[in-house]
């Protein structure tokens, strides 16, 4: 992925969203549903519903592009409907596209000596 400039937010859209959207169709979802503006730098992250398939929209002040990424095994994590549109900073996002728990990331193994 290309890597958003320091500062930008990072939004997760509840629930899950058709992923035979487009960017077009995706930025009305933002404008209209979670009622923010798709120019306005953000970076809006949808998941299928599945849960192993994300698209992240970005305008970055030229134009609008559309990203996505499908896990091999596992699900991205997600926050539930009733947390409604959730803002996640960027190493979080980076976390979960590594299929990695972005609420609590912990090492998983740290090796004990060298050699």
Known sequence: MIVPPTGVRVWLANGHTDMRRGMNGLALQVQEA????????????????????????????????????????GRFLWPSPADGCVAISASQLGYMLDGIDWRNPQRTWRPEMAG
């Open 34 to 73: 979670l009622q923010r503006d798709p120019h306005a730098g953000d970076l809006y992250v949808f998941r299928g519903r599945r849960g192993d398939l994300v698209k992240i929209l970005w305008h970055d002040g030229l134009g609008m592009s559309l990203y996505a990424k499908r896990l091999e095994r």
